[in-house]
């Protein structure tokens, strides 16, 4: 506020002096103003005198131009003439000189054809001549291509054959190859089994595997026989639990390992070869009838040692086709314990018992999986001989392939070589067609200017005659049109001296009707340059007087306000601390807001969801309360009309409550209290504030993904467009690099690639490159002078 009253005080001061500077400074423009008005009345005085006598001299001035003007037009329009006839024989000479030369020209030009046509006659002979040179030569080679073109398609068809049976063969031999390492490796797993006795009794492996009694025995009775596929079922069913039962060679082995059992655990069934066979009844010989096949131990082959075992075991065993039939046969013999199997496995025992139906387990039996493995090694064993058969025919066939291969490439080479021969030959051809049609074209043309020049030295003779007689008169008229320009001429000269006199005079009066002309405007100028300054004087007088009032104004406004100032400086100083304060003061309050708004509103779900259970529960009580309360109404009615007994006037029970669970129930609901806490009602409000700034940063979100999804489409859009303008570049360049090369190369060959399974706008770009004569190949492969070119 200092500087200001201080500024108001400076703008008093020099306001002050500028007015003074001001006044002095009109009162001299003033003066001057007067002055310029007495020059300018004297000066316009002398310029109307002025202008007067100019009028006079320019009508003067006037008619001697006329005068002149009109010599000179009648003098121009002679001279034009003259000329004219001059410029017309000038080019009739011209004229003559040129049809003279030009007829010795075509008296030259005529002499030259005839010798150009005896040339071109001899040179098109010639092309005719080598054109039928070239096309008897074209007609053998393009036989020798559809030779070779043959032998190579026979040869490719070979090939063809060779791979396809190659690769079958390869495809059977891994066929092979691979189910004989299946069946090996099936037939390990069952040998293993087998070896480990996995499917028997846990007595037969503690015997076999884990005692020292395993030599004392032969086997399992499952392993030591073999039966057919298709009665397998049955044997499994006839012998029973007896196709697991030990082999023992004597009685004592039989007993030492069921003493070993004992110790160890497990059972296990025994044979033992020293006991005599026994047979329930003597062996019946059933007549024949339908569906009895036969006694079932004619399809068993079991091993020598063990044929009494297995007589005594299938004693009266036969083998039938349906149940049907088993029945039957047991009910024409009923005093003879007879025993019947179907192949499916179906049976009546010797005791009448019939059994029947479908296992899930008929191919895991013992005899099934014995079976299998004997199956296994023939299939293997049969395999790996196909495999083994297999690897001659596949080596005689990679030599057949490489012997076609090779024939292959070298009747490549030799068609490649028909070719090239054949393009020369074609060239040659068309060369030799194209010279003799030229030279035939150049015949007839020179034919048809030998006519043209012939008729044209007879035109140029007539023209020659009738330009010297053209030149003669124009001669004539020239001399005539000089001898009336030199008269015009002395007249000239006297009309341009009288002009010439005016004219001087004319232009004195007009330098001094200049010199006064500017005089006037330059006192004019000076006039209103004056008032001009005279009105911006008063006008910076008016200004600066209203400066100072101004100026006057504001002093006493800064001297008042710059007490208040003062005193509101001090104050704004004390407040700007206060707000730093309570502005940092805020800004801990809203962070530790936003920290307690995250934890409220976890809190607000919690005490919700909690708030709802409370809520149902105090509903279900409620409701609980009114039923017990109408049933002790109830209650209480039902017995004061049954046994006219007050209830409510006896008092309360005699039983006391148990007071230790009622304070631990009041416990409780008060923690349950203490948890809730109470509510904040303030939470609704920061939770609605949250949910509108976080709706808004949602939109933001969603304005975001929008325009990410547009700049996507629209790089994709970029993308596609770039890339369908470098292919189209791509095929320009490429089809005018394949032409310019075979102009540089004739007979050659050249491409652009781009790289295969790469973007096109990354991939890079293969110069391919084949001058005549050598194989395709890539640029860098050519010569350097080669590679320059290309």
């Known amino acids: 506020m200092r500087e200001r009253r201080e500024a108001a005080e400076q703008i008093r001061a020099r306001t002050a002096r500028e007015r003074t500077d001001y006044s002095s400074q009109l009162e001299a423009v003033q003066q ?59 080019e009739i000479s011209r004229a003559l000189e040129r049809q003279q030369a030009e007829r010795d020209a075509l008296d030259e030009r005529t002499v030259a054809m005839r010798g150009e046509e005896d040339t071109a006659t001899t040179e098109r002979d010639q092309a005719l001549q080598a054109a039928g040179e070239a096309e008897s030569a074209l007609a053998e080679t393009r036989q020798q291509l559809s030779t070779c073109q043959q032998q190579r398609a026979t040869a490719l068809a070979e090939r063809d054959h060779t791979e396809k049976d190659l690769r079958d063969l390869s495809t059977q031999r891994d066929a092979a190859q691979r189910a004989a390492e299946a069946n090996q490796a099936r037939l390990q797993v069952l040998e293993k089994v087998r070896a480990g006795y996995q499917g028997y009794q846990s007595g037969v492996r503690t015997l076999m595997l884990e005692s020292p009694h395993a030599a004392l025995f032969r086997g399992v009775l499952g392993d030591l026989i073999e039966v057919e596929t298709a009665y397998a079922r049955a044997v499994e069913v006839a012998l029973g639990e007896a196709l697991q039962a030990l082999i023992a060679d004597s009685d004592s082995g039989l007993l030492k390992g069921i003493a070993h059992l004992r110790e160890r655990s497990g059972r296990v069934g025994i044979l033992s070869l020293e006991a005599p066979p026994r047979t329930l009844g003597p062996v019946l010989d059933p007549d024949p009838m339908p569906g009895l096949r036969g006694p079932l131990l004619d399809y068993v082959r079991p091993e020598a040692s063990i044929t009494p075992l297995i007589i005594g075991l299938l004693h009266n065993t036969f083998l039938v086709e349906d149940l049907q039939t088993a029945l039957a046969l047991t009910r024409r013999y009923p005093d003879a314990y007879v025993r019947c199997v179907t192949p499916d496995g179906d049976a009546v025992d010797l005791f009448g018992l019939a059994s029947g139906g479908q296992s899930q387990a008929e191919d895991s039996g013992v005899l099934g999986r014995g079976r299998e493995i004997r199956t296994l090694r023939s299939l293997v064993a049969h395999q790996k001989a196909r495999y ?116 001087e005079a004319l232009g004195t009066l007009q330098v001094e009707h200049a010199r006064t002309a500017e005089i006037v405007q330059g006192l004019e100028r000076d006039a209103t340059r004056l008032k001009n300054i005279d009105e911006n004087l008063q006008n910076n007088i008016e200004r600066l007087a209203a400066e100072g009032v101004e100026a006057e104004r504001q002093q006493a406004e800064c001297s008042a306000r710059s007490t208040a100032l003062a005193e509101e400086l001090k104050g704004l100083h004390q407040g700007r601390e206060t707000l730093a304060a309570e502005q940092d003061q805020r800004r801990q309050h809203w962070a530790a807001a936003n920290t307690q708004n995250r934890e409220l509103q976890e809190n607000i779900s919690h005490l919700q969801r909690q708030l709802n259970e409370q809520r149902e529960r105090r509903t279900s009580l409620e409701v609980r309360i009114s039923e017990m309360q109408l049933q002790t109404q109830h209650i209480r009615e039902r017995v004061q009309e049954e046994y006219q007994c007050d209830v409510a006037a006896m008092g309360p029970l005699d039983e006391a409550l148990d007071e230790e669970t009622t304070q631990q129930r009041i416990d409780q609901l008060r923690q349950s209290l203490h948890r809730l806490g109470s509510v904040h009602l303030g939470v609704l409000e920061e939770h609605q504030e949250q949910k509108e700034r976080y709706d808004f940063l949602r939109q933001q979100r969603d304005d975001l993904v929008i325009a990410a999804e547009d700049l996507k489409k629209t790089l994709s859009l970029i993308d596609r467009t770039a890339r369908r303008m470098f292919l189209q570049s791509f095929e320009q360049i490429r089809e005018t690099f394949k032409e310019t090369f075979v102009r540089f190369f004739p007979g050659g060959e050249a491409d652009l690639r781009l790289e295969e399974n790469i973007d096109a706008l990354e991939a890079q770009i293969d110069i391919i490159a084949r001058p005549r004569g050598k194989r395709l190949q890539n640029i860098a492969l050519l010569s350097g002078g080669e590679r320059a070119l290309t």
Request: proline share 1%; charged share 35%.
């Open 388 to 503: 083994a058969a297999i690897g001659p025919r596949l080596a005689v066939l990679a030599d057949q392939l490489g012997v076609l291969t090779q024939r292959l490439e070298d009747l490549a080479t030799e068609n490649e070589t028909w070719r090239t021969k054949e393009r020369e030959q074609i060239h040659q051809h068309q060369r030799a067609c194209a010279d003799a049609e030229r030279l035939a074209a150049r015949l007839a043309q020179l034919h048809g200017e030998s006519t043209s020049l012939a008729k044209r030295c007879q035109a140029l003779d007539q023209s020659i005659a009738e330009q010297a007689e053209h030149l003669r008169h124009n001669e004539a008229e020239s001399t005539r049109l000089s001898e009336e320009s030199s008269a015009l001429e002395e007249d000239l000269k006297q009309s341009e001296t009288r002009r010439r006199e005016r004219r």
């Open 32 to 90: 001057q103003c007067r002055d310029n008005s007495a020059q300018l009345d004297e000066a316009h005085t002398t310029f109307v005198q002025i202008e007067r006598e100019l009028q006079a001299h320019q009508q003067r001035a006037a008619q001697a131009e006329e005068e002149y003007n009109s010599h000179r037009a009648e003098l121009d329009q002679r001279q034009r003439g003259r000329m004219e006839h001059l410029r017309q024989g000038s």
